[in-house]
Each structure stands twice: as structure tokens, then as C-alpha cells.
């Protein structure tokens, strides 16, 4: 490292005595004046151009909101939906975070034990941040004169569940169609199992929450 | 009452897509294909069909780019989607090569905010966390970071703010030491016990590795032991370790 930096400062001497040498020579030649007025009008004072990368509007980012269906373990199906936003790092990937609210229903105990209730608050809400794949790319066709561009992906992640004032955390996979509409505009279908451990019941156990969504994002 | 609003957002909505467009036609950038041909997909993506191809010599505009891929327009106004790799084979209108600013090793070296999310081991619970920094010199970066730990017991939320060294910036790994201060909230699990929420600030020393990906993205692994200030009689010290993945822009 330091016998290149040796070097450069060598070359750089070298380098500036030599312009300093040139630089010095002309005038010791004799030009007449005429011929040095005309040397002056044409001197080449050309402008730097400007060669920075050019500035394109990237639309990497993906945010909307869905609706669905979630089944809560042991407390029924009940509606959920949610905001979420995506950031695509690349062609295959990209990162998700959603934010997600439902409501839990009764269990069948509660069904049949006329005023048992079971839960303090029945607020269903989770977030997480999620890793995705488009592994099937593709187009939809839509009769003779459409075709939407698509994508199947798989994706999965980490995040929070808020179930009965307590906090869990979850694992979350799934898959989803991305379809686009137009260039900025999509549309997902998608189900996700939420994972987490709860002895809500009684005794811990993992508990599967299966979800099923459709929504709606806009590129930007 | 009601309707007025929605009227405002209508009207906002129409402006916006009937007058906005026109002052950006105008803006694009434009290059001109210098490979024997530039191909054009009907989307950003490898698979999808090559349905036209640019000649030589021809000039395209580029419209928006997502990810590795460029919606360019050709003069007789079609659209496609062109790789990234034939992109960088195009001259720009001064001659010189097409450059991006993509991520890169150089970049990463001075780079000023970084954003990402890490998971992990907070003394036994699992944590999640997002961060945010400001880097205001390579090696000297602040860092915002919101923390949720899920335990059995308890649950805590966790919002620090602290300062990181990154000791060689300009390595592809390099280690980083740290130091901070918070404010942790924790709420007891309703099933455990009658325990009341508490709210206590803290303060924190780590140490971590800092690692470049690709592109715009780099890893993170952090340490960082942190000190709870109590009102009881003792304070509590806590471990926490946790990997991440970040951005940099």
C-alpha cells in the first residue's frame, strides 16, 4: 500500500515538473501579434459537460391496503384487513411489512355455555415483516386483447400478535398472486398461516391462524 | 357536510391526473442505443416476451425503473421493459456510457442513512427491531432504534437513541462499538400475575459487526448490554444480541 502511495507521489512530481516545463517553453518562441490575436479568438474554451447518471423515477416501492377472512384458532372466522407496504430489492425479492386487525368470535363452548366468555378483549391484531420470493412469474390473459402481468411468490417473516391484551410473537408464511393492472397498479391474493405459541386455552400450545386476502397496491 | 370532503378529494384526484402528467413530459432522460439492438419486454422481468426490438443509433426515453428493469419509450411510442444489463450498454446524449447510481461497495463507504430490521435473544424473549441512522461522517453514525420483546412473562417495548462507531468504514466487514440511551416499557403477561406496566429509562453499550451485501444492502449483527434503572433498590442488566438486514441510501 504505502510503496503505491510512494509511487503515486513519485509520479505526480514527475508528472507536474514536466508540465511546469512545458508550460514555461512557449513563450520563449517568437509569434507575431497578429497570429497570437487570432490564437485568441479561437481559443477552445470548451465547457465540461455535465455526465451525471441520469435521474429516472425508481417505483420500488409498493404500498395499499387488503380485506379478508381470517380464522382464528378456536375462535371462528371473522373479517380482518390491514395496510401493508413492500420494498423490491430486486427482480426475484423483496421485504413486507403488514399491519393487520380482526376481531376473535366465540369458541363452541362459549356458543353453548350461554354467558361463558373466555377473552377480556377480543381485538385481533398483528404486524410483521416478511421476506419475499416471485418464483412464477407470468401473464394472465383476459380474453383476446388483455394480458396482465403476474406473479406467484412465496414469502414468510417474523412479527406480533396482540390477542386477548397479550403480545406473541409469530412466524408467518404463505404464498400470493400479484397481478398488475397497470404499470403501477396491483392486485394480491393471498393466504398466510400466522403461527403462535398461547395457553389462552388452558395450556400452551401452537396455534394456527390461517388468513386469506385480497388487496390492492400502488407502485411508487 | 359529509359529501364536501370526498368532492375535495375528487377534485384533488382529477388535478392531479389530468395536470400533473403534462409538466413532467418533457423531463426523461433519454439514451441512445449503441448495442446492435435494444430489446423490449412486455414486463420487468426476464421471462416475460421480447416483442420489439431498437436498432442502432435510435433514441429511447427513459420512463421509470423498477428494480433491474427500465420502461423506456422509442420514438415511435412504444413501451417496453429493458434489462439493466443492455441499459448500461446505451450512450447518454454527451456520449459517454449510461451509468445508474445503484448501490455499491464505493457508495456503501460514505454512504448517510442506512434503515433495516433485526430479530433476536433479549434475555431469553425473542426482540424485533427497526432502525433508522444518520451517518454524519463514515465512521460516526446515529442510531434510532424501536424495539418489541416478546416474552413469556412480560412483554416490552424499547425506543433508543445512540451514537456507533463504525471502526473502518471502508472495509467490506468491519466491527462497530456503541453506546445509547432509552426509555423501556413492559407490560406482564395477563395469564402470569397482577403485576402493575413500569417504565424505566436505561442505557446501553455494544459491540457489532457491520458487513456489506450487494447493491444497497448490508447486514448487521449487534451486542449490546443494557442497564435498566430501576426504582427499586438494584438495577437490572439485560444481554441482547440480534441480526439483521439493512438498506443504505
Excluded at chain 1, 415483516?129 to 412465496?154: H, M, Q, T, W
Excluded at chain 2, 448501490?103 to 456503501?108: A, I, L, M, V
Aim: charged share 20%.
Amino acid at each position: 500500500m504505502e510503496v503505491r502511495a510512494g509511487l503515486f507521489l513519485l509520479t505526480s512530481v514527475v508528472l507536474a515538473a514536466m508540465t511546469a516545463g512545458c508550460a514555461s517553453a512557449p513563450p520563449e518562441i517568437e509569434v507575431p501579434q497578429d497570429e497570437r490575436e487570432a490564437a485568441r479568438i479561437i481559443d477552445p474554451q470548451i465547457e465540461r459537460r455535465d455526465v451525471a447518471p441520469p435521474k429516472i423515477d425508481s417505483e420500488n416501492f409498493e404500498i395499499g391496503a387488503f380485506a379478508g377472512i381470517l380464522e382464528i384458532e378456536d375462535f371462528g372466522s371473522n373479517p380482518v384487513y390491514g395496510v401493508r407496504g413492500a420494498y423490491h430489492i430486486a427482480e426475484d425479492l423483496f421485504v413486507e411489512a403488514a399491519l393487520g386487525q380482526s376481531e376473535a368470535g366465540l369458541t363452541s363452548a362459549e356458543e353453548l355455555g350461554g354467558n361463558l366468555r373466555i377473552l377480556d378483549d377480543r381485538d385481533f391484531t398483528y404486524y410483521n415483516i416478511s421476506l419475499g420470493y416471485n418464483f412464477l412469474p407470468g401473464e394472465v390473459f383476459l380474453g383476446r386483447n388483455y394480458a396482465l402481468n403476474s406473479a406467484l411468490y412465496v414469502i414468510g417473516g417474523i412479527g406480533g400478535t396482540r390477542f386477548n391484551t397479550d403480545d406473541h410473537f409469530t412466524f408467518n408464511f404463505g404464498v400470493g398472486v400479484r397481478l398488475l393492472a397497470t404499470d403501477w397498479l396491483a392486485i394480491h391474493m393471498d393466504v398466510r398461516d400466522h403461527i403462535f405459541a398461547t395457553d389462552l386455552l388452558g395450556r400452551d400450545k401452537a396455534t394456527n391462524n390461517l388468513e386469506g386476502h385480497l388487496g390492492v397496491t400502488v407502485f411508487f | 357536510m359529509g359529501r364536501r370532503p370526498f368532492a375535495l378529494i375528487a377534485l384533488a384526484l382529477v388535478y392531479l391526473t389530468c395536470l400533473a402528467p403534462p409538466s413532467h413530459a418533457a423531463e426523461y432522460a433519454e439514451v441512445v442505443v449503441a448495442d446492435p439492438y435494444l430489446e423490449l419486454h412486455t414486463g420487468p422481468g426476464r421471462g416475460y416476451p421480447v416483442f420489439h426490438v431498437v436498432e442502432r443509433g435510435a433514441a429511447v426515453e427513459i420512463l421509470k425503473r423498477r428494480t433491474d428493469w427500465f420502461l423506456v419509450r422509442t420514438e415511435d411510442r412504444r413501451e417496453g421493459w429493458v434489462s439493466r444489463e443492455q441499459m448500461l450498454q446505451t450512450l447518454q446524449p454527451t456520449g459517454e456510457l449510461t451509468t445508474f447510481q445503484d448501490g455499491s461497495r464505493e457508495h456503501f463507504a460514505q454512504h448517510r442513512w442506512e434503515a433495516g430490521v433485526q430479530a433476536g435473544d433479549f434475555d431469553g424473549a425473542s426482540v424485533i427491531s427497526v432502525y433508522g441512522a444518520w451517518l454524519f461522517n463514515p465512521s460516526l453514525q446515529v442510531d434510532v432504534t424501536l424495539s418489541h420483546v416478546l416474552g413469556e412473562f412480560s412483554n416490552s417495548y424499547l425506543a433508543n437513541v445512540g451514537i456507533t462507531h463504525v471502526v473502518v468504514p471502508e472495509w467490506r466487514v468491519s466491527p462497530t462499538v456503541t453506546l445509547g440511551t432509552g426509555v423501556i416499557h413492559t407490560e406482564p403477561q395477563s395469564t402470569i400475575a397482577e403485576l402493575e406496566d413500569r417504565t424505566d429509562q436505561v442505557g446501553y453499550v455494544g459491540a457489532g459487526v457491520r458487513a456489506y451485501l450487494a447493491r444497497r444492502m448490508l447486514v448487521r449483527l449487534d451486542y449490546r448490554s443494557y442497564v435498566l434503572f430501576t426504582s427499586r433498590d438494584d438495577n437490572e442488566e439485560i444481554d441482547e444480541w440480534k441480526l439483521g438486514l439493512a438498506f443504505f441510501f
